[in-house]
């Protein structure tokens, strides 16, 4: 079972930025899509963004288009999403994820994965 283990939330500004950063376990990190989400206070979980297994393909929710970037090194086993232009609502719980199949198309949807981190709490101040 892949362990992930996400770092790097606070609490920042309006306007301001923060890199998150996922780190899995194992041997197999660069088979699976990785996808981030948040859990913003008293709402569900949603998607934010995804890489495929190779780096080659991502995806980003509309709200978070032009101001996220997912990336990956498959070599350090982590995977990244730099968040600029931080606003009031991006304030979540955010949760990285690997998908349940290996070399397969992004999926945008909790229910494609199935290895979940801890989460790391980012509060953006207005």
């Known amino acids: 079972q892949v362990q992930l283990v996400e770092s790097g939330g606070g609490v920042v500004q309006a306007g301001g930025s923060l890199r998150l950063s996922c780190a899995a376990s194992?041997?197999?990190?660069?088979?699976?899509?990785m996808g981030w989400f948040r859990q913003p206070p008293g709402k569900e979980r949603e998607f934010v963004a995804a890489?495929?297994?190779?780096?080659?393909?991502?995806r980003y929710v509309d709200s978070v288009k032009g101001r996220v970037t997912i990336s990956r090194d498959n070599g350090k086993n982590t995977v990244y999403l730099q968040m600029n232009g931080l606003k009031p609502e991006d304030t979540a719980v955010y949760y990285c994820?690997?998908?349940?199949?290996?070399?397969?198309?992004?999926?945008?949807?909790?229910?494609?994965?199935?290895?979940w981190g801890q989460g790391t709490q980012v509060t953006v101040s207005s």
């Open positions: 194992g041997r197999t990190f660069s088979m699976f899509t």
């Open positions: 890489i495929s297994w190779n780096g080659s393909t991502t």
């Open positions: 994820a690997r998908e349940d199949r290996p070399y397969d198309a992004i999926a945008t949807i909790r229910e494609r994965y199935n290895s």
